[in-house]
């Protein structure tokens, strides 16, 4: 079985400047989830799907950050503009989860972006 | 906001035992996983507890009591590999599968 695929893996940006940022999950994953990890930090909740709607999203800063889920699949996660506190490794998780319970959450590579 | 608390850094030797501790807030308690992250990788998955007890994992096993808040990973026969980040999640009742992390544990196993 694939794991969750994410990409690019490398991002170096300019403050101000956008950037995009895509994860293909486990197939057949219904819940995708968009973790920032500092470093030194244990990763943040972002943004968490189920399918293609959104059921979590309290602790992305919408001001500047928009991810999407169109097709149930695969998703893309924007900043735009960036900052440069916006330095970080963004993770995309998967997992079955339909309902209630606890399943596990399976991580991808991780994009690291830097901005100077 | 659910705190979980966790050593921020711990040394171990190669062959030993090592046990990093993590605390959580009881109420709402729905689940603990550890994770096992090296240096600029993406995190893994160790163990899941969810009932009072040790869950063991050829090395390494997980301990939970749910009335006292506390979990702990015990990993024995250390290896140089082992030197990594554990990081403890907790899920909360209501939050849909929403783990909140701690900020990881990052063991160095020596000679």
């Known amino acids: 079985e694939a794991g969750v695929a994410q990409s690019p893996r490398y991002k170096i940006i300019e403050k101000r400047q956008s950037v995009a940022f895509w994860c293909n999950p486990i197939?057949?994953?219904?819940?995708l989830y968009w973790y920032q990890q500092i470093l030194g930090q244990g990763p943040k909740l972002l943004i968490q799907?189920?399918?293609?709607?959104?059921?979590?999203d309290s602790q992305l800063p919408k001001d500047r950050f928009s991810a999407e889920r169109l097709k149930g699949v695969d998703s893309t996660l924007k900043i735009q503009p960036a900052k440069l506190e916006d330095s970080a490794v963004y993770l995309c998780?998967?997992?079955?989860?339909?309902?209630?319970?606890?399943?596990?959450?399976?991580f991808g590579p991780g994009t690291r972006l830097t901005v100077l | 906001g659910q705190n979980i608390d966790q050593p921020t850094e711990m040394t171990a030797t190669e062959g030993a035992i090592v046990q990093i501790n993590c605390t959580y807030q009881?109420?709402?308690?729905?689940?603990l996983f550890w994770y096992q992250q090296h240096a600029g990788e993406a995190p893994t998955f160790l163990s899941y507890?969810?009932?009072?007890g040790l869950e063991e994992k050829g090395r390494f096993s997980s301990f939970l009591s749910r009335s006292k808040g506390y979990s702990y990973l015990l990993l024995k026969e250390l290896q140089m590999k082992d030197s990594a980040s554990y990081l403890c999640?907790?899920?909360?009742?209501?939050?849909?599968?929403?783990?909140?992390f701690g900020t990881g544990t990052q063991l160095k196993v020596e000679l």
């Open positions: 998780a998967s997992t079955r989860f339909l309902g209630q319970g606890t399943d596990t959450q399976y």
């Open positions: 197939s057949g994953h219904a819940t």
């Open positions: 799907f189920q399918n293609n709607g959104v059921v979590d």
């Open positions: 009881t109420s709402g308690f729905n689940g």
């Open positions: 507890n969810v009932l009072d």
């Open positions: 999640a907790v899920a909360f009742t209501g939050g849909g599968n929403k783990l909140t």
